[in-house]
């Protein structure tokens, strides 16, 4: 199966995959890379290069990485203030290197949204992590974390498929989030506090 993406449908594949990549970038890179590679779907040019093993070897390799270090109470913290360097602007560069056939304005556009879509669903992660990290027992945040990865990658496979839906499911989880928004700066600005506390012990 090999599916070449148009306009419309681009738009709405992308905000699924900015919300996976702001959940698990790694996830979401290695799965497109997987997709692309065995002809499931055809990325746009500048994209070419996620359909490398090098770049899906890496991408699991790291994901491999952060599915252990995701899971580990008040660690997870750090992790996850740090990978918003990393998340945030992924996102906003597999955005700007899809919408290549656009106009720059155009391109502009979608790529500061695929940023903020991923900014918004790596601050509700992180919001919802550092309300469950400080409970005793790990599984809750084992539990979480997990959910998340499964997610990310169940988008970007599903979205290939159906954007459309894709893009609506993101919307209601987006919409969750912005309900929710006082309580995601609040946590996010804790999340950042934990994290400048363990890294001066």
Known sequence: MNVRIPGTQLISLLVAISFAAGLNVYATVATLGLLAHTGWIELPPALHLLASWW???????????????????????????????????????????????????????????????????????????????????????????????????????????????????????LVLIVLFARWVVRSVRRLFTDAEHELAK
């Open 55 to 173: 770049i899906i070897g890496a991408a699991g390799a790291l994901f491999a990485v952060e599915f252990v270090a995701d899971k580990i109470p008040v660690f997870d913290l750090l992790w996850n203030a740090l990978h918003t360097f990393i998340r945030v602007p992924v996102a906003a560069l597999i955005a700007y290197g899809a919408t290549a056939q656009l106009s720059p304005g155009q391109q502009v556009l979608a790529t500061l949204a695929g940023g903020a879509i991923a900014l918004a669903a790596h601050g509700g992660k992180t919001a919802v992590r550092a309300a469950v990290t400080p409970s005793p027992e790990p599984f809750s945040n084992m539990a979480l974390s997990a959910g998340e990865d499964v997610l990310a990658v169940f988008l970007t496979w599903f979205s290939t498929s159906h954007p459309y839906i894709g893009a609506g499911i993101v919307i209601g989880l």
